[in-house]
């Protein structure tokens, strides 16, 4: 045999092993995981284990029955409407000109008694002016009608 000829056997039977290899034994070993992009963190799950306390605690909380609140039945919001027109009215202007002395509920409509003997309805106007809004225990509600303000008569 000439040396070209065990030259190209010997090159032959090396690509042969390598490929063989690479067929059977490549692969086989345990790969190292892909190293994680910079911009991609890999968030591992968190397992914990419960202990039977916890799971009692867990199966209580789900066993407790809740009332279910009717969401279509009215809610009832009750205030003290003569306090809170106390504080809301103390806040606004006061007419100076009349002094309030009371109310009273006739028939069919709410007067309102003044200082100097005048009983008005509640949404008549005074002195073509002021237009009576609402009145409480202690002072009445108007409404300026030519400036829009609104005015306590206490």
Known sequence: MNKRLIVLLLVLVAVWSVAIYM???????PAAAPAARAGEAVIQPLIK???????????????TSKPIENIFEP???KLDRERLMRQALSELEVLPSYK???????????FVMFSNGI???VGSILENRYLIVHVVSFAAVVM????GNLLVVK
């Open 23 to 29: 067929l059977f034994f490549y692969r086989k070993s």
């Open 49 to 63: 284990r419960l202990n039977d306390p916890d799971i009692e605690r867990f199966r209580t909380l789900v066993e």
């Open 75 to 77: 809610y009832v919001l």
């Open 100 to 110: 309030f002395k009371g109310y009273f509920v006739g028939g069919n409509e709410n």
């Open 119 to 121: 009983a008005i309805p």
């Open 144 to 147: 300026d009608l030519s400036t």
